[in-house]
């Protein structure tokens, strides 16, 4: 395993870079790439960025964001491949082809499910979001941090630690805020952008959404679920549906809260929050998916929502059970 001081050599040692990130991206993914790739340009560096799917609108008020492309546009030649906020290489899907075999990869993230993929790791489960861990590698190499790269990386930041209220909010994840705002990041502005703004039909959804919310009989875990024609009906697409998970978890005395999502691909997507010990990294491991004991997902293979819900809902009391 590599510290950010490593990182930070290892870096220097190449001239242009694939930075890529995770397919349906959060503020984490996008504000790293763009916060990595910015400080990368600085110290003369090539930078191509990417992501499958390419970004959320939530996310497009973002210094430089324009320049993410999605893989099929990845042009040029690159000497090392960046891979940010993903516990394993399926999460980046069809960008991992396109990395030639010995350009080396190095893998920054923040989940404990991370499969160390990469050539060099720098896995730290301890950062709340892995703009701090870019944040500590630009500090190692040196690169001032200007106002738009502040503003990437306390976008980073603010947005995996929920505004600073989750349980990995730390005093560095705080620390580290404070001198991106110092260097111009302006969180009013990022967070109106960011949970402020709405589509009209993104939250006609959610009202749609929030009526399927339901508990199991001893009010221990929650769940919503959408359906994939709601999307059309709402003219709303599947990024816009973030968040909705954290409602099921604000029932009072639940421990796990679960999102079931039609997906394209004829899966179902699950969404999953702890709310207590239960580790939900552990339960979306089970399903080949992934996250951080508080917040993780995973997709299922299944031919309805009802298929979905009882598979996850069996291995969740199973883990209960084996808990006591
Ligand atoms: P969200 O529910 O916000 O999409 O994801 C919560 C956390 O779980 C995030 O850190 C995200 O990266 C991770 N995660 C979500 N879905 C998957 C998945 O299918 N595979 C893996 N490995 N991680 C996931
Ligand atoms: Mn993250």
């Known amino acids: ?14 001239r242009a870079f694939l930075i890529a990130t995770h397919v349906l991206p959060d503020g984490d993914a996008i504000g790293s790439t763009l916060g990595l790739g910015f400080g990368l340009q600085k110290t003369g ?37 960046v891979i940010l906020d993903s516990s394993d290489l399926d999460r980046i899907e069809g960008i991992a082809s396109r990395i030639p075999s010995g350009v080396p990869v190095i893998n920054v993230d923040h989940h404990v499910t991370n499969k160390m993929f990469g050539t060099y790791n720098y896995v730290d489960p301890g950062a709340a979001a892995v ?19 502040a503003t990437c990386l306390f976008t980073a930041v603010g947005t995996d630690s ?19 705002v110092e260097k111009g990041a302006e969180p009013f502005r990022i967070s109106e952008q960011v949970y402020e703004t709405k589509t009209l039909g993104s939250l006609k959804l959610l009202g749609r959404v929030l009526d399927t919310l339901q508990t199991d009989e001893a009010g221990k875990v929650a769940w919503v679920e959408v359906r994939r024609e709601w999307l059309s009906e709402f003219g709303v697409d599947e990024g816009q549906t973030e968040g909705f998970v954290n409602y099921p978890r604000m029932v009072k005395g639940v421990e796990v809260a679960l999102l079931f999502r039609e997906s394209a691909e004829g899966k179902i997507r699950v969404g999953m929050r702890s709310r207590g010990d239960f580790d939900v990294s552990a339960l979306a491991e089970a399903f080949n998916g992934g996250g951080h ?18 598979a996850v809902l069996r291995k969740v009391y199973e883990m209960m059970a084996a808990a006591r």
């Not at 970004?55 to 000497?79: K, M, Q, Y």
């Not at 929920?162 to 991106?180: C, D, E, K, M, V």
Request: charged fraction near 25%; aromatic fraction near 6%.
């Open 1 to 14: 395993m590599e510290s950010h001081e490593d990182i930070a050599r290892i870096l220097l040692r190449y």
């Open 45 to 81: 560096r090539r930078v191509v960025l990417s992501c499958p799917g390419g970004l959320p609108d939530s996310l497009s008020f973002l210094p430089g964001s324009n320049r993410i492309v999605t893989p099929d546009r990845i042009s040029g030649e690159f000497d090392a491949a």
């Open 131 to 149: 703009g701090e861990q870019v944040y500590r590698i630009l500090t190692a190499m040196r690169v001032p941090v200007d106002r738009d790269m």
């Open 293 to 310: 004991s508080r917040a993780a997902g995973c997709s299922v293979e299944a031919t309805s929502l009802e298929d979905a819900r009882q």
């Open 162 to 180: 929920g505004f600073f209220r989750f349980s990995n909010t730390s005093p560095t994840t705080l620390r580290i805020a404070a001198r991106l």
